[in-house]
């Protein structure tokens, strides 16, 4: 039995698709040379990068790396989904017809999470960085809150352009 019963349509990458993924990938790369760079400068313990409980706390150093190593492959693990695209479940019935732009859409969507993820995984590394050089251990306040807007606008976002699609069609 198959995954999906999804088309196998091959998919076209957008230029603005291709600056996507290359920002990623330079964000990841920024992301590694900012951990290499400071992870020796770094003491055995640091402030704890997200803490929902607005306390000051402390983890060992490779909290950094264990956030890099999972950011890195979420970002590698939807890079390889994205050229698979008819594995995914879609909320509309897909079509060989409708399949280019459903594929195209979400696979745009799924790229803009991937460099939201990126971006708040530098973010955390150059914060501890920057909170040590200052000496300053509170961080995470907005760094949650940040979090969640880099993933839940692309959700709205497609969400709002969804319901607006099947109302035109209704």
Not at 161 to 170: A, E, G, N, P
């Given at each position: 039995m198959a995954l999906s019963n999804n088309p196998k349509v091959a998919i076209v990458k957008t230029s603005f698709d291709k600056v996507l993924e290359g920002l990623v990938v330079v964000s990841y790369i920024f992301l590694w040379g900012i951990l290499f760079r400071y992870y020796g400068e770094l003491p055995k313990h640091i402030p704890t990068p997200i803490n929902v409980f607005n306390t000051d706390s402390y983890n060992h150093k490779n909290i950094l790396?264990?956030?890099t190593v999972i950011s890195t492959l979420l970002a590698a693990g939807i890079f390889y989904l994205n050229s698979k695209?008819?594995?995914y479940s879609y909320p509309v019935t897909v079509t060989h017809k409708n399949a280019p732009k459903v594929y195209g859409g979400f696979t745009k969507f799924t790229r803009f999470l991937t460099l939201g993820l990126s971006l708040v995984s530098s973010a955390m590394i150059i914060r501890v960085v920057n909170s040590l050089n200052y000496k300053n251990s509170s961080l995470n306040n907005w760094m949650i809150v940040v979090f969640i807007l880099v993933i839940m606008i692309p959700v709205i976002f497609l969400s709002i352009?969804?319901?607006?699609?099947?109302?035109?069609?209704?």
């Open positions: 790396v264990l956030i695209p008819y594995l352009k969804s319901y607006l699609k099947t109302k035109k069609t209704m």
